[in-house]
């Protein structure tokens, strides 16, 4: 219980204050569609391409990690994506978006914050790692995908260009290169630079988890709520729990384990809206999926919490 009145819920109550907001007109649609884009598009990349910057990568980027979490994310998204067609029955492209919701975790405005404040700033180092290749690895994967599914017989050429052209317009994926390059460069920034990223940066979480709070206002349950129940089941449930029984397998340390699963279960990201709403596919599902993940991971994050070392 300690652990989710310190822990979770000042995450989830600076989310609902978005919402409130939002709700009883006390902050404008505008005005949550320009605070969206600030921190998607400039905050967050910003916080992104800082961490890379500064981590050790030798000591950070362990393959037991990134292979416990990104095999737990790459069966998630054929539970999905396989789930959709043969239980369901839903179109080839549904099916995809579907998968992307299931692969897609919020790495970055539920996983960093609920981490940093059950185990502090230090333990964020794995999340980073995670996070420096979430974005282009689930773009990557979704992208391929779908582009396979919508143009069957197209050749390799074409598919890869569309796949990275997708990838490279992500400002996340942006600042995550950037990020790598002044990192293996060995480049210095000027401390007036620095500072300014800073100032940016302290803004970045907080403002993002109340401009998530509107966006989810905006996206309120419709759709299927069969399929979106099983998005949040393989979401919360069965992405994490492959990610805790890999990590145990690997003997990965306590501190990279507990990264890796609360990453793996968090609810999926504003970006699986994004990814449904840019092929027309599934977004009703994907929006539902959001909210609904949101609000239920109030508790499986509790529960992943106490299971955790």
Known sequence: MQA????ILPVFLVIGFG????????????????LTKFTQNFAIPCLLFDAIARLDLTAVFDPALLGSFYLGAGLGFLAGLFGARLIFGRPWEDCVAIGFCTLFSNSVLLGLPITERAYGTDALAANFAIVALHAPFCYGVGVTVMEIVRNQGAGVAETSRKVLRAMFRNALVIGIVLGFIVNLSGITLPLVIDDALSLIISAALPAALFGLGGVLYRYRPEGDLRVILYVCAVSLILHPAIVWSMGKATALPDEALRSAVLTAAMAPGINTYIFANMYGAAR??????????TALSIVTAWVWLGILP
């Open 284 to 293: 009703r599902v994907a929006a539902s999926a959001v909210l609904i993940g």
């Open 19 to 34: 919402y409130v907001a939002v709700w009883r007109n006390l902050f404008s649609d505008a005005g949550v569609e320009g």
């Open 4 to 7: 989710l009145i310190e822990v």
